[in-house]
Protein backbone atom coordinates (compact mmCIF):
# COMPACT_ATOMS: atom_id res chain seq x y z
CA UNK A 1 0.00 0.00 0.00
CA UNK A 2 1.69 3.19 -1.39
CA UNK A 3 1.05 6.13 1.86
CA UNK A 4 1.12 9.97 1.35
CA UNK A 5 1.26 12.26 3.94
CA UNK A 6 0.24 15.84 2.88
CA UNK A 7 0.68 18.73 5.52
CA UNK A 8 -2.98 21.17 4.56
CA UNK A 9 -2.76 23.67 7.50
CA UNK A 10 -1.32 23.62 10.58
CA UNK A 11 -3.13 20.54 12.36
CA UNK A 12 -4.66 19.22 9.22
CA UNK A 13 -3.37 16.49 7.13
CA UNK A 14 -4.31 14.26 4.17
CA UNK A 15 -3.59 10.57 3.40
CA UNK A 16 -4.01 9.03 0.13
CA UNK A 17 -4.40 5.46 0.60
CA UNK A 18 -5.03 3.06 -2.21
CA UNK A 19 -6.51 -0.84 -1.72
CA UNK A 20 -6.11 -3.47 -4.73
CA UNK A 21 -9.62 -3.85 -6.48
CA UNK A 22 -9.01 -8.03 -5.92
CA UNK A 23 -8.56 -7.81 -2.01
CA UNK A 24 -12.20 -5.86 -1.81
CA UNK A 25 -13.86 -8.44 -4.19
CA UNK A 26 -12.21 -11.28 -2.63
CA UNK A 27 -13.27 -10.32 0.99
CA UNK A 28 -16.91 -9.17 -0.27
CA UNK A 29 -17.04 -12.87 -1.89
CA UNK A 30 -16.05 -14.66 1.33
CA UNK A 31 -18.32 -12.32 3.52
CA UNK A 32 -21.24 -13.74 0.63
CA UNK A 33 -20.49 -17.25 0.98
CA UNK A 34 -20.73 -17.48 4.95
CA UNK A 35 -23.93 -15.21 4.47
CA UNK A 36 -25.48 -17.79 2.42
CA UNK A 37 -24.71 -20.62 4.59
CA UNK A 38 -27.31 -19.37 7.47
CA UNK A 39 -29.56 -16.85 5.43
CA UNK A 40 -33.20 -17.88 5.35
CA UNK A 41 -35.64 -16.70 2.28
CA UNK A 42 -39.11 -17.25 1.23
CA UNK A 43 -38.94 -20.45 -0.76
CA UNK A 44 -35.48 -21.99 0.05
CA UNK A 45 -34.12 -24.07 2.80
CA UNK A 46 -31.46 -22.77 5.21
CA UNK A 47 -28.45 -22.48 3.66
CA UNK A 48 -29.56 -23.53 0.29
CA UNK A 49 -30.28 -19.68 -0.95
CA UNK A 50 -28.53 -19.59 -4.53
CA UNK A 51 -25.19 -17.02 -4.53
CA UNK A 52 -26.52 -15.12 -7.23
CA UNK A 53 -29.44 -14.43 -5.31
CA UNK A 54 -27.44 -13.68 -2.10
CA UNK A 55 -25.54 -11.57 -4.17
CA UNK A 56 -28.60 -9.82 -5.54
CA UNK A 57 -30.38 -9.17 -2.11
CA UNK A 58 -27.08 -8.51 -0.03
CA UNK A 59 -24.45 -7.58 -2.29
CA UNK A 60 -24.16 -3.88 -2.06
CA UNK A 61 -24.36 -3.59 1.98
CA UNK A 62 -21.56 -6.57 2.19
CA UNK A 63 -19.82 -4.33 0.09
CA UNK A 64 -20.42 -0.84 1.64
CA UNK A 65 -19.39 -3.13 5.02
CA UNK A 66 -15.99 -4.20 3.13
CA UNK A 67 -15.16 -0.65 2.16
CA UNK A 68 -15.63 0.34 5.18
CA UNK A 69 -13.67 -1.92 7.29
CA UNK A 70 -10.49 -2.24 4.93
CA UNK A 71 -10.59 1.56 4.07
CA UNK A 72 -10.42 2.02 8.20
CA UNK A 73 -7.89 -0.57 8.53
CA UNK A 74 -5.78 1.07 5.84
CA UNK A 75 -6.13 4.44 7.31
CA UNK A 76 -5.12 2.97 11.20
CA UNK A 77 -2.08 1.55 9.64
CA UNK A 78 -1.03 3.87 7.07
CA UNK A 79 -0.98 6.95 10.23
CA UNK A 80 0.49 4.33 12.71
CA UNK A 81 3.69 3.64 10.00
CA UNK A 82 3.53 7.80 10.01
CA UNK A 83 3.16 7.65 13.27
CA UNK A 84 0.51 10.19 13.04
CA UNK A 85 -1.41 11.05 16.77
CA UNK A 86 -5.04 11.55 14.83
CA UNK A 87 -7.27 13.60 16.84
CA UNK A 88 -11.05 12.53 15.90
CA UNK A 89 -12.15 10.66 12.77
CA UNK A 90 -10.88 11.68 9.41
CA UNK A 91 -13.33 12.40 6.68
CA UNK A 92 -12.25 9.81 3.54
CA UNK A 93 -13.65 10.33 0.14
CA UNK A 94 -12.79 7.89 -2.81
CA UNK A 95 -10.44 9.65 -5.51
CA UNK A 96 -11.57 10.82 -8.64
CA UNK A 97 -8.05 9.29 -9.92
CA UNK A 98 -7.09 5.91 -9.20
CA UNK A 99 -3.98 3.24 -10.72
CA UNK A 100 -5.39 0.51 -13.02
CA UNK A 101 -6.32 -1.91 -10.74
CA UNK A 102 -6.42 -0.21 -7.12
CA UNK A 103 -8.83 2.36 -5.51
CA UNK A 104 -7.74 5.16 -4.18
CA UNK A 105 -9.18 7.24 -1.27
CA UNK A 106 -7.99 10.55 0.43
CA UNK A 107 -8.56 11.04 4.04
CA UNK A 108 -8.62 14.04 5.33
CA UNK A 109 -7.89 14.70 9.24
CA UNK A 110 -5.93 16.75 12.05
CA UNK A 111 -3.32 15.29 14.32
CA UNK A 112 -2.87 15.75 18.06
CA UNK A 113 -0.74 19.42 18.38
CA UNK A 114 2.76 19.56 19.80
CA UNK A 115 2.32 21.13 22.99
CA UNK A 116 4.94 23.87 24.45
CA UNK A 117 5.13 24.46 27.85
CA UNK A 118 7.31 27.02 29.20
CA UNK A 119 9.71 27.09 31.96
CA UNK A 120 7.10 26.96 35.33
CA UNK A 121 9.20 28.14 37.62
CA UNK A 122 8.57 31.63 36.33
CA UNK A 123 4.68 30.87 36.84
CA UNK A 124 2.88 32.95 39.58
CA UNK A 125 0.08 30.99 41.57
CA UNK A 126 -1.84 32.67 44.39
CA UNK A 127 -2.48 29.39 47.08
CA UNK A 128 -5.32 30.10 49.58
CA UNK A 129 -5.54 28.36 53.04
CA UNK A 130 -8.05 28.95 55.93
CA UNK A 131 -8.96 27.72 59.01
CA UNK A 132 -11.91 26.05 60.91
CA UNK A 133 -12.65 27.99 64.15
CA UNK A 134 -14.44 27.70 66.93
CA UNK A 135 -17.10 30.58 65.23
CA UNK A 136 -17.30 28.37 62.38
CA UNK A 137 -18.25 25.39 64.48
CA UNK A 138 -21.01 27.73 66.47
CA UNK A 139 -22.11 29.10 62.97
CA UNK A 140 -22.71 25.37 61.76
CA UNK A 141 -24.46 24.63 65.44
CA UNK A 142 -26.98 27.52 65.02
CA UNK A 143 -27.54 26.21 60.80
CA UNK A 144 -28.42 22.60 62.68
CA UNK A 145 -30.87 24.21 65.25
CA UNK A 146 -32.86 26.31 62.83
CA UNK A 147 -33.03 22.62 60.73
CA UNK A 148 -34.76 21.27 63.70
CA UNK A 149 -36.70 24.52 64.90
CA UNK A 150 -40.36 24.31 65.93
CA UNK A 151 -43.12 27.00 65.81
CA UNK A 152 -46.25 27.83 68.16
CA UNK A 153 -48.57 30.64 67.11
CA UNK A 154 -47.92 33.54 68.86
CA UNK A 155 -50.51 35.57 70.81
CA UNK A 156 -53.24 37.69 68.12
CA UNK A 157 -52.31 41.07 68.95
CA UNK A 158 -48.35 40.20 68.45
CA UNK A 159 -46.48 41.95 65.97
CA UNK A 160 -44.37 39.93 63.41
CA UNK A 161 -40.67 40.04 63.44
CA UNK A 162 -37.53 38.14 62.26
CA UNK A 163 -37.50 34.26 62.96
CA UNK A 164 -41.07 34.49 63.52
CA UNK A 165 -43.19 31.95 60.73
CA UNK A 166 -45.71 34.07 58.70
CA UNK A 167 -48.65 33.30 57.02
CA UNK A 168 -50.00 35.55 54.52
CA UNK A 169 -51.96 36.02 51.24
CA UNK A 170 -50.92 37.91 48.59
CA UNK A 171 -51.47 39.40 45.28
CA UNK A 172 -49.56 41.84 43.24
CA UNK A 173 -50.43 43.59 40.06
CA UNK A 174 -48.31 45.78 37.85
CA UNK A 175 -50.46 48.98 36.42
CA UNK A 176 -53.51 47.15 37.99
CA UNK A 177 -53.21 44.07 36.17
CA UNK A 178 -52.47 40.90 37.78
CA UNK A 179 -49.32 38.80 36.70
CA UNK A 180 -48.22 35.45 36.50
CA UNK A 181 -46.67 33.74 39.77
CA UNK A 182 -48.09 37.40 41.75
CA UNK A 183 -50.59 35.63 43.88
CA UNK A 184 -50.61 33.06 47.02
CA UNK A 185 -53.04 31.75 49.74
CA UNK A 186 -51.72 30.51 52.71
CA UNK A 187 -48.12 31.26 52.01
CA UNK A 188 -45.64 30.72 54.62
CA UNK A 189 -42.26 32.57 54.70
CA UNK A 190 -39.69 32.70 57.77
CA UNK A 191 -39.25 36.79 58.56
CA UNK A 192 -35.47 37.65 58.46
CA UNK A 193 -34.49 34.66 56.43
CA UNK A 194 -34.29 36.44 53.16
CA UNK A 195 -36.66 33.96 51.14
CA UNK A 196 -38.77 37.07 49.70
CA UNK A 197 -37.31 40.62 48.91
CA UNK A 198 -36.24 43.44 51.09
CA UNK A 199 -39.27 45.17 50.50
CA UNK A 200 -41.96 42.46 51.06
CA UNK A 201 -40.33 41.43 54.55
CA UNK A 202 -39.77 45.04 55.59
CA UNK A 203 -43.74 45.30 54.80
CA UNK A 204 -44.72 42.41 56.90
CA UNK A 205 -42.50 42.90 59.52
CA UNK A 206 -43.95 44.44 62.62
CA UNK A 207 -47.75 43.68 61.11
CA UNK A 208 -50.38 41.49 63.46
CA UNK A 209 -52.58 38.71 62.35
CA UNK A 210 -55.77 39.75 60.28
CA UNK A 211 -53.62 43.34 59.61
CA UNK A 212 -53.89 43.71 55.60
CA UNK A 213 -51.24 46.21 54.27
CA UNK A 214 -50.93 47.57 50.19
CA UNK A 215 -47.10 48.47 49.19
CA UNK A 216 -44.42 49.01 46.22
CA UNK A 217 -42.51 46.20 45.36
CA UNK A 218 -39.86 47.17 42.61
CA UNK A 219 -38.34 43.90 41.20
CA UNK A 220 -34.71 44.28 40.62
CA UNK A 221 -33.65 44.50 36.88
CA UNK A 222 -31.96 40.52 37.13
CA UNK A 223 -34.70 38.99 38.92
CA UNK A 224 -35.19 35.75 37.94
CA UNK A 225 -38.94 36.14 36.51
CA UNK A 226 -38.04 38.42 33.33
CA UNK A 227 -41.84 39.34 32.57
CA UNK A 228 -41.74 41.45 35.76
CA UNK A 229 -37.45 42.18 36.14
CA UNK A 230 -37.07 45.89 36.39
CA UNK A 231 -40.97 46.72 37.25
CA UNK A 232 -42.34 47.84 40.58
CA UNK A 233 -45.56 46.18 41.77
CA UNK A 234 -48.15 46.99 43.95
CA UNK A 235 -48.83 44.25 47.04
CA UNK A 236 -51.77 43.51 48.68
CA UNK A 237 -50.42 41.28 51.46
CA UNK A 238 -53.10 39.69 54.96
CA UNK A 239 -51.31 38.31 57.79
CA UNK A 240 -53.11 35.37 58.69
CA UNK A 241 -50.91 33.89 61.57
CA UNK A 242 -47.68 34.48 63.18
CA UNK A 243 -45.90 31.61 64.71
CA UNK A 244 -42.76 31.84 66.81
CA UNK A 245 -39.65 29.99 66.43
CA UNK A 246 -38.43 27.60 69.27
CA UNK A 247 -34.72 26.38 68.80
CA UNK A 248 -33.40 22.98 69.87
CA UNK A 249 -30.78 22.89 73.50
CA UNK A 250 -27.55 22.59 72.64
CA UNK A 251 -27.39 19.58 74.21
CA UNK A 252 -26.76 15.33 74.09
CA UNK A 253 -30.18 15.05 72.82
CA UNK A 254 -29.37 17.10 70.13
CA UNK A 255 -26.18 15.54 69.74
CA UNK A 256 -28.53 12.31 69.44
CA UNK A 257 -31.02 13.33 67.26
CA UNK A 258 -28.61 14.40 64.99
CA UNK A 259 -27.06 10.43 65.10
CA UNK A 260 -24.12 11.88 66.99
CA UNK A 261 -22.18 8.22 68.67
CA UNK A 262 -20.72 10.06 71.07
CA UNK A 263 -24.03 11.97 71.96
CA UNK A 264 -22.56 14.67 74.38
CA UNK A 265 -21.73 18.68 73.41
CA UNK A 266 -18.42 18.09 73.18
CA UNK A 267 -18.77 14.83 70.50
CA UNK A 268 -21.11 16.90 68.83
CA UNK A 269 -18.78 19.91 68.17
CA UNK A 270 -15.75 17.25 67.03
CA UNK A 271 -18.04 15.58 64.27
CA UNK A 272 -19.50 19.36 63.11
CA UNK A 273 -15.07 20.07 63.00
CA UNK A 274 -14.01 17.20 61.21
CA UNK A 275 -17.03 17.43 58.43
CA UNK A 276 -15.98 21.24 57.99
CA UNK A 277 -12.62 20.70 57.49
CA UNK A 278 -12.88 17.81 55.31
CA UNK A 279 -15.43 20.17 53.17
CA UNK A 280 -12.33 23.04 53.87
CA UNK A 281 -9.74 20.64 52.23
CA UNK A 282 -11.52 19.52 49.11
CA UNK A 283 -12.69 23.71 48.52
CA UNK A 284 -8.85 24.23 49.17
CA UNK A 285 -7.96 21.88 46.74
CA UNK A 286 -10.34 23.04 43.75
CA UNK A 287 -9.92 26.41 44.12
CA UNK A 288 -6.01 26.21 44.17
CA UNK A 289 -6.38 23.39 41.35
CA UNK A 290 -8.11 26.30 39.06
CA UNK A 291 -5.38 28.68 40.05
CA UNK A 292 -3.14 26.25 39.13
CA UNK A 293 -4.92 24.77 36.10
CA UNK A 294 -5.40 28.80 34.71
CA UNK A 295 -1.04 29.74 35.01
CA UNK A 296 -0.39 26.26 33.37
CA UNK A 297 -2.48 27.60 30.08
CA UNK A 298 -0.86 30.91 30.68
CA UNK A 299 2.48 28.89 29.90
CA UNK A 300 1.19 26.64 27.07
CA UNK A 301 1.60 27.49 23.57
CA UNK A 302 -0.53 24.97 21.14
CA UNK A 303 -3.00 24.86 18.27
CA UNK A 304 -6.44 23.62 18.88
CA UNK A 305 -7.43 20.24 16.69
CA UNK A 306 -10.88 21.70 15.39
CA UNK A 307 -12.17 18.16 15.57
CA UNK A 308 -11.94 18.09 19.49
CA UNK A 309 -13.32 21.53 19.81
CA UNK A 310 -16.39 20.10 18.21
CA UNK A 311 -16.62 16.87 20.00
CA UNK A 312 -16.50 18.70 23.11
CA UNK A 313 -18.95 20.88 22.03
CA UNK A 314 -21.57 18.44 20.48
CA UNK A 315 -20.76 16.90 24.41
CA UNK A 316 -21.78 20.08 26.21
CA UNK A 317 -24.76 20.61 23.83
CA UNK A 318 -26.31 16.92 24.66
CA UNK A 319 -25.76 17.86 28.54
CA UNK A 320 -27.48 21.50 28.20
CA UNK A 321 -30.50 19.23 26.31
CA UNK A 322 -30.31 16.46 29.02
CA UNK A 323 -30.95 18.86 31.71
CA UNK A 324 -33.64 20.55 30.54
CA UNK A 325 -35.06 17.27 29.75
CA UNK A 326 -34.46 16.57 33.55
CA UNK A 327 -36.57 20.20 34.18
CA UNK A 328 -39.13 18.53 32.31
CA UNK A 329 -38.89 21.34 29.50
CA UNK A 330 -40.76 19.67 26.55
CA UNK A 331 -39.44 18.59 23.42
CA UNK A 332 -35.85 19.12 25.33
CA UNK A 333 -34.17 16.71 22.58
CA UNK A 334 -35.13 18.75 19.77
CA UNK A 335 -34.32 22.25 21.53
CA UNK A 336 -32.50 24.98 19.41
CA UNK A 337 -28.94 25.30 21.55
CA UNK A 338 -26.26 27.29 19.54
CA UNK A 339 -22.96 25.63 20.50
CA UNK A 340 -21.28 29.14 20.57
CA UNK A 341 -22.13 30.02 23.51
CA UNK A 342 -20.29 27.14 25.14
CA UNK A 343 -17.29 27.60 22.55
CA UNK A 344 -14.68 29.55 24.96
CA UNK A 345 -15.34 26.96 27.71
CA UNK A 346 -15.24 23.52 25.18
CA UNK A 347 -11.79 25.43 24.02
CA UNK A 348 -10.57 25.65 27.69
CA UNK A 349 -11.36 22.63 28.41
CA UNK A 350 -9.84 21.04 25.46
CA UNK A 351 -6.45 23.11 25.48
CA UNK A 352 -6.40 22.04 29.26
CA UNK A 353 -6.64 18.66 28.23
CA UNK A 354 -3.67 18.81 26.10
CA UNK A 355 -1.52 20.77 28.25
CA UNK A 356 -2.03 18.01 31.34
CA UNK A 357 -2.04 15.18 29.00
CA UNK A 358 1.67 16.36 27.95
CA UNK A 359 2.87 17.46 31.98
CA UNK A 360 1.86 14.12 32.80
CA UNK A 361 3.65 12.20 30.00
CA UNK A 362 6.94 13.99 30.45
CA UNK A 363 6.88 14.19 33.93
CA UNK A 364 5.94 10.88 35.07
CA UNK A 365 2.41 12.24 36.97
CA UNK A 366 0.03 9.66 35.62
CA UNK A 367 -2.14 8.27 38.57
CA UNK A 368 -0.51 5.00 40.38
CA UNK A 369 -2.68 2.02 42.35
CA UNK A 370 -1.85 3.10 45.50
CA UNK A 371 -2.91 6.58 44.83
CA UNK A 372 -5.91 6.01 43.45
CA UNK A 373 -6.59 3.37 46.47
CA UNK A 374 -5.94 5.80 49.33
CA UNK A 375 -8.02 8.67 47.27
CA UNK A 376 -10.94 6.08 47.85
CA UNK A 377 -10.79 5.07 51.07
CA UNK A 378 -10.48 9.24 51.80
CA UNK A 379 -13.79 9.42 49.95
CA UNK A 380 -15.17 6.22 51.28
CA UNK A 381 -14.47 7.37 55.23
CA UNK A 382 -17.12 9.35 55.60
CA UNK A 383 -20.15 6.85 54.82
CA UNK A 384 -21.42 4.77 57.78
CA UNK A 385 -20.24 1.48 55.81
CA UNK A 386 -16.90 2.53 53.98
CA UNK A 387 -15.98 -1.02 52.65
CA UNK A 388 -19.80 -0.94 50.65
CA UNK A 389 -18.48 2.28 49.57
CA UNK A 390 -15.03 0.86 48.39
CA UNK A 391 -16.62 -2.07 46.69
CA UNK A 392 -18.94 0.52 44.87
CA UNK A 393 -15.86 2.49 43.01
CA UNK A 394 -13.67 -0.72 41.99
CA UNK A 395 -16.86 -2.30 40.72
CA UNK A 396 -17.53 0.23 37.63
CA UNK A 397 -14.64 1.36 34.84
CA UNK A 398 -16.23 5.09 34.68
CA UNK A 399 -16.07 5.47 38.12
CA UNK A 400 -12.39 4.56 38.46
CA UNK A 401 -11.46 6.35 35.35
CA UNK A 402 -13.49 9.26 37.13
CA UNK A 403 -11.16 8.87 40.17
CA UNK A 404 -8.39 8.09 38.57
CA UNK A 405 -8.67 11.85 36.82
CA UNK A 406 -9.17 13.55 39.46
CA UNK A 407 -5.67 12.21 41.13
CA UNK A 408 -3.66 13.00 37.92
CA UNK A 409 -5.16 16.78 37.95
CA UNK A 410 -3.86 16.64 41.91
CA UNK A 411 -0.88 14.81 40.88
CA UNK A 412 0.15 17.98 38.29
CA UNK A 413 -1.15 20.20 40.85
CA UNK A 414 1.38 19.42 42.98
CA UNK A 415 4.02 19.27 40.57
CA UNK A 416 3.17 22.80 39.17
CA UNK A 417 3.03 24.36 42.53
CA UNK A 418 6.34 22.73 43.81
CA UNK A 419 7.94 24.46 40.52
CA UNK A 420 6.18 27.79 40.43
CA UNK A 421 5.94 31.26 42.33
CA UNK A 422 3.47 30.69 45.07
CA UNK A 423 1.87 33.24 47.04
CA UNK A 424 0.46 32.42 50.16
CA UNK A 425 -2.96 33.46 51.27
CA UNK A 426 -5.34 33.18 53.96
CA UNK A 427 -9.10 33.42 53.66
CA UNK A 428 -11.99 33.24 56.36
CA UNK A 429 -13.88 30.41 56.60
CA UNK A 430 -16.82 32.22 55.66
CA UNK A 431 -15.09 33.89 52.15
CA UNK A 432 -14.16 30.30 51.47
CA UNK A 433 -17.43 28.57 51.93
CA UNK A 434 -19.04 31.17 49.42
CA UNK A 435 -16.69 31.58 46.54
CA UNK A 436 -18.39 28.84 44.17
Request: glycine residues 6%.
Amino acid sequence: MAVTVETLEKLERKITLTLPVGIIQNEVESRLRKLARTVKMDGFRPGKVPMNVVSQRYGYSVHYEVMNDKVGEAFATAANEAKLRVAGQPRITESEASPEGQMAFDAVFEVFPEVKIADLSTAEVEKISTEVTDAAVDKTVEILRKQRRTFAQRPHDAAAQDTDRVTVDFEGKIDGEPFAGGKATDFQFILGDGQMLKEFEEATRGMKSGESKTFPLAFPEDYHGKDVAGKTADFLVTVKKIEAAHLPEVDGALAKALGIADATVEGLRADITKNLQREVKYRLLNRNKQAVMDALIAKAELDLPKSSVQAELDRMVEGARADLKQRGIKDADKAPIPDDIFRPQAERRVRLGLVVAELVRANDLAAKPEQIKAHIDELAASYEKPADVVRWYYGDNRRMAEVEAIVIENNVTEFVLSKAKVTEKSVSFDDLMAQN
